[in-house]
């Protein structure tokens, strides 16, 4: 009998291998956690070691979930602070986060925040590579962080297919304008 369920803990662990490679939802890293967190507890009441794979295993995914959780958050953090701070709105803000979920999301766009910040002609290279120029400073840093978490665990209200940002319409229609003194912004549908 032990065997079996050991047979199927191994089985729920390629699942949720096989589920990570494929996921594109906005709160990934949540379910992945989660997952991996109940499988390990199951092994655990089943009376396995904690240096069995199984649980060894289930850590891991955790900790890279937790790991591409944080450096997914402060690329967007650095997009926020560098396209939407200086007189803007938190709302403005918001929506710059979740117009790059709702690409990671999408089929028109790559599904990583690295690939879909750094696409040529999108957002800068610089705010994926961790540019000193493009941080933002310590005072503003949290704030922007804790934005990209919201948006990373789709708690912005934002339509999945709001696609596009610019200072000009584009795509199939205009969701939401963002102005600022200097500038106006257009989230607009893909």
């Known amino acids: 009998m032990k065997k079996v369920i050991t047979i199927i803990l191994i089985l729920a662990i390629?699942?949720?291998l096989l589920q990570s490679a494929v996921a594109k939802t906005s709160n990934t890293?949540?379910?992945k956690q989660e997952q991996a967190h109940e499988i390990a507890e199951?092994?655990?009441?089943?009376g396995l070691a904690e240096s069995d794979p199984i649980i060894t295993r289930a850590k891991e995914i955790w900790d890279a979930e937790d790991t591409q959780f944080q450096l997914d958050r402060d690329i967007i953090a650095t997009v926020i602070y560098n396209e939407a701070w200086s007189g803007c709105t938190d709302r403005h803000r918001e929506l710059v986060a979740a117009v790059i979920m709702n690409r990671v999301k999408s089929d028109k766009f790559p599904n990583t925040v690295y690939d879909v910040v750094a696409q040529k002609?999108?957002?800068l290279i610089g705010y994926a590579n961790g540019d000193p120029h493009f941080t933002p400073p310590v005072e503003v840093r949290e704030e922007c962080q804790e934005i990209a978490a919201r948006a990373l665990h789709g708690e912005i209200d934002?339509?999945?297919?709001?696609l596009?940002?610019?200072?000009?319409?584009?795509?199939?229609?205009?969701?939401?304008v963002c102005k600022t003194s200097y500038s106006t912004t257009y989230f607009c549908y893909g």
């Open 29 to 31: 890293w949540t379910d």
């Open 14 to 16: 390629a699942f949720l």
């Open 121 to 123: 002609g999108q957002y």
């Open 164 to 176: 596009y940002q610019a200072e000009f319409k584009q795509g199939s229609g205009v969701y939401e």
């Open 42 to 46: 199951l092994a655990r009441e089943m």
């Open 158 to 162: 934002c339509p999945d297919n709001i």
